[in-house]
């Protein structure tokens, strides 16, 4: 269920290749010189997918062969498809490289430099600045743009030709040729609209896939149309899938959606002469109660019926559909015909209605006719995920993160208690192997094995089953040291473990079962203030956070109840939360929440529980009160131009500059609180805090609808009506976003005043900065004192094979240096050519016809070593260059190791769980 590598062009470079003066139908190339596919140029992945299946099947039918795509290595490559990003605008000279210029109009391949500059019939095609010139050229041919200063020639001005929105419209209205193929722009996905970039495809193959996209709906040219939604839609088809379910049209009941309305007193969010505005209210809230979600038959779910949901996709179809006895219910009610059912189906049989879902999860009726969705779709149905335990502690733990941590008042004090759970198990993860074994899930019955060993933490991680000696080496405490303070880091951003998880929220659900057969009369079972989660203890208390999390309105408490009806029909496992919507506003508290696989942080933590009671029913629901009405009255129709429009509205991402500046709001509201202020004294501030949240599930919606506002006008208005400078002129930041910007790389110390502040995540950082481990008292062991070799003879060491094996090593340790130095390359580049590089000095190392001497003694110079970088290639080389030398050298030394074992009388503490030590014999083998 792969996806296959696909091409990643920049618009700047497919215009240029286009628009030559010497122009052929080549376009741009992407093979190397020696006429082989560039695959550096194939950075992205079009996942497996309907597309994806469906294009595979279009592609033979169009080509008549098997040549969608090949193999290298372990990766499939295609070019039918090809990303296309919108970075780069077209200058009148272009940058190659660092540090060459080429004249738009002319091939790279042309260029011949000669004393850093090439002219043709008197005109200035290419220069290469910051490099000695010899024989400088007449100042006449450099114009306006360059300059030769100090011995070289400097870029002075380079004039954009076509901006980036002048090359997005060029390629949709004319598309492009590449390698001799014309592409036209296919579609995009929201993802991808955020950040810009677009799908092309082979020009034969569109016609065929549009077909099967528009799921026979007619749209013509120059129509008008929905083009924001249509958009959005049709792409869900190329969401990433895990399998496919066969679900055929007659399984499918269609009921009506059902709004709860109901008055509140909210902070809401209003347009007023397409502007925002927040105040503090009682309004009318609805709540469509099943929006996105579906009820499907357990029998219907195959190799997934012991999960409780999965998020399916179909053309113009978007549901979590949870794991239902619908058959049961039916049966238990007395429903025999399908007569009897309150919605529409075209089953015949009631054994066939397997599918509960209502038009808020089928995108199509927007366009067209439940009937005309129903005869234009297939039953093959993409899986694209189910729920999941976390990943940590067997699923018993999960992290909470900053937004939801700044949101809560805690006192100092609080979060020092909140935190000491997590500083006793870094404090165990540094004196007890035992703890570091269990968390790295090192299972008590693995079998030593060096099969694919790689990384350093791989090997690591099967030396930790050798004997315990091991976690005295050198080697292993780097290991720990990096792991640790990685652990720290992400404690610092606030990934702080607690009790809970993050559970799939699930509407309403016995109600919908209900509607099915005309009994739901707008009634509760849950109840106001109540879920249903067999993950925690009956009549306790929850605190719930869905991302983003903003403000502290966004907080949620309530009770888990028993609901036997539920657990008769529903398949709930403890990833699953039943929730109720009906005449409760929690919808909007959790930041614009529906039924779509959404998912909820849940945790039973008395001590943010303890703060969230605090300032409850103090701080409204942030609550959007913008009515369908006010939303964008534009007219598009469905032009390549009203494309680019769209998609260059869609292109701008403001979410991280939304969530930042309410986080800072936050921090300074609280600041204000624990100083003496009141609600009545910060509650502007409070407004404009809601308002971002409001904004931010606008940023995140505007790739399927579109608002008469401009949020980037909204968030520099409200940045700066609270602006806060320092007497030097610096802007005042939280403290804790000092750690995030050095993280990130945008740390200003310059412009920025990191100041402290009373607040949970600045009290954190201080608390986090302060915790000391404990150092270890027992001697540093060499690698060599772990292995057992008593035939050890040094006169069969051969030194010409050391000098030679550690010149290797000295020129890999220099070239894998200079990889992360050289500009120009992605992240995923530097990592191919390390690991080529890698495998390239193994493989010249694996020539040396070493003894057991001369491997040994070659281990040893390197554990010793007190050159730089030297000493950490001893491990590595240990168990990749000489496996089986390796395992005869350590097999003698196998010991008992201990493991954690629960005992409610245990000793060892992990977030109020109790282990026990014990040790075991291991048993020691090995695969070639």
């Known amino acids: ?233 049709i792409a869900l088809t190329l969401s990433s899938i895990i399998d496919t379910l066969e679900i055929h049209p007659y399984n499918i009941l269609v009921v009506d959606d059902y709004e709860s309305i109901f008055k509140d007193t909210v902070v809401a969010t209003k347009i007023e002469n397409n502007m925002l505005t927040t105040t503090e209210e009682e309004i009318e809230v609805c709540n469509s109660i099943w929006d996105g979600l579906s009820l499907i038959d357990k029998s219907l779910m195959g190799k997934y019926e012991d999960y409780g949901m999965l998020l399916l996709r179909k053309n113009f179809f978007k549901s979590c559909c949870f794991n239902t006895n619908i058959q049961q219910f039916f049966k238990d009610n007395d429903i025999t015909s399908v007569s009897q059912l309150n919605g529409f189906t075209i089953a015949q049989d009631i054994k066939d209605v397997k599918l509960i879902t209502t038009p808020s999860s089928i995108k199509y009726l927007k366009f067209g006719s439940i009937e005309q969705w129903l005869k234009n779709i297939d039953s093959n149905f993409g899986v694209v995920k189910h729920e999941k335990k976390t990943h940590f502690m067997d699923g018993r733990m999960v992290q909470t993160h900053y937004q939801l941590l700044n949101t809560l008042q805690l006192s100092k004090k609080e979060t020092k208690k909140f935190l000491e759970p997590t500083f006793n198990y870094m404090k165990l993860l540094k004196t007890e192997p035992a703890v570091m074994r269990y968390h790295l899930k090192y299972p008590d019955d693995h079998e030593y094995n060096d099969k694919n060993l790689k990384s350093k933490n791989e090997i690591i991680f099967q030396l930790l089953g050798i004997n315990d000696k091991f976690a005295q080496t050198k080697s292993y405490q780097e290991f720990q040291k990096d792991l640790l303070d990685s652990y720290k880091s992400n404690v610092k951003c606030g990934h702080v473990l607690v009790e809970g998880n993050y559970s799939t929220l699930l509407g309403n659900p016995y109600e919908l079962l209900l509607h099915t057969i005309g009994e739901f009369h707008g009634e509760s079972i849950l109840g106001i203030g109540n879920v249903h989660s067999t993950r925690f203890n009956y009549n306790t208390t929850l605190l719930g956070s869905r991302s983003p999390h903003v403000c502290t309105g966004n907080i949620l408490l309530t009770q888990n109840v028993e609901c036997p009806v539920i657990d008769r029909y529903f398949n709930l496992t403890d990833e699953i939360v039943c929730v109720n919507s009906i005449k409760e506003n929690i919808l909007q508290k959790l930041s614009g929440a529906d039924f779509d696989s959404d998912t909820m942080l849940l945790t039973n933590n008395h001590i943010l529980i303890s703060a969230a009671k605090r300032n409850y029913h103090l701080f409204k629901v942030p609550t959007n009160a913008i009515s369908s009405e006010q939303l964008s009255k534009r007219k598009r129709t469905y032009t390549p131009e009203q494309k680019t429009d769209l998609d260059i509205r869609t292109s701008e991402n403001l979410i991280g500059d939304i969530i930042n500046l309410s986080q800072e709001l936050q921090t300074y509201m609280w600041h204000l609180l624990n100083n003496g202020q009141t609600y009545d004294d910060i509650k502007n501030l409070y407004y404009d805090i809601c308002q971002l949240d409001i904004l931010s599930g606008i940023e995140i919606d505007k790739a399927k609808k579109e608002y008469p506002i401009d949020s980037k006008f909204e968030l520099k208005r409200i940045k700066q009506r609270w602006l806060r400078r320092d007497a030097e002129g610096k802007v005042i930041r939280p403290y804790f976003f000092g750690f995030l910007a050095r993280t990130k790389g945008y740390y200003n110390e310059e412009k920025n005043n990191y100041m402290k502040h009373d607040t949970t995540m600045d009290y954190l950082i201080d608390l986090v900065n302060q915790m000391r481990m404990p150092r270890s008292d027992k001697n540093t062991l060499k690698i060599v004192d772990l292995i057992d070799y008593p035939e050890f003879n040094t006169s069969k060491i051969k030194y010409d094979q050391i000098y030679r094996a550690m010149d290797m090593i000295r020129l890999f340790h220099k070239s894998s240096c200079a990889i992360w130095i050289v500009d120009g390359f992605s992240s995923t580049e530097r990592f191919e050519q390390y690991y080529d590089l890698k495998i390239h000095t193994l493989d010249s190392l694996s020539t040396l016809p070493m003894s057991k001497s001369t491997f040994y003694w070659l281990i040893k110079i390197l554990d010793e070593s007190i050159e730089i970088g030297m000493r950490k290639y001893a491990i590595t080389l240990l168990f990749n260059l000489r496996r089986q030398e390796a395992f005869d050298l350590i097999s003698e030394s196998a010991a008992p190791i201990a493991f954690l074992e629960p005992d409610e009388s245990g000793k060892i503490d992990i977030y109020g769980k109790k282990f026990s030590k014990i040790y075991k014999n291991r048993g020691v083998s090995v695969e070639f």
């Not at 590598?5 to 376009?27: C, F, M, Q, R, V």
């Not at 294009?55 to 080509?63: A, G, M, N, P, W």
Request: charge should be positive; proline fraction near 3%; include cysteine.
């Open 1 to 233: 269920m792969n996806g296959v590598k696909i091409l990643s062009i920049d618009a700047k470079d497919l215009y240029i290749a286009n628009h030559l003066k010497e122009p052929d139908k080549i376009g741009f190339n992407w093979h190397n010189k020696n006429g082989q596919p560039n695959l550096k140029k194939f950075i992205n992945t079009l996942d497996y997918s309907l597309d994806l299946i469906k294009l595979r099947e279009v592609d033979q039918k169009v080509y008549r062969n098997r040549k969608f795509s090949w193999f290298s290595g372990r990766h499939e490559y295609t070019d039918k498809i090809i990303n296309v990003t919108f970075k780069y605008s077209n200058k009148e000279f272009n940058k190659i490289g660092s540090n060459l210029y080429v004249k738009f109009g002319h091939r790279l391949s042309s260029v011949q430099l000669q004393d850093c500059v090439y002219i043709k019939n008197k005109e200035l095609i290419a220069i290469q600045i910051d490099s000695p010139v010899q024989n400088p050229i007449s100042p006449n041919f450099l114009g306006n743009n360059f300059i030769y200063q100090d011995g070289t020639y400097k870029i002075k001005r380079n004039p954009t030709l076509n901006g980036v929105e002048d090359l997005r419209k060029d390629l949709y209205k004319n598309g492009f040729w590449c390698n001799g193929k014309h592409y036209v722009r296919f579609k995009r996905s929201s993802g991808s609209s955020r950040v810009g970039k677009c799908l092309f495809i082979d020009e034969k193959l569109y016609p065929r896939m549009h077909k099967y996209e528009m799921t026979g709906l007619k749209v013509k040219p120059d129509e008008e149309v929905d083009l924001a939604a249509l958009e959005a839609y």
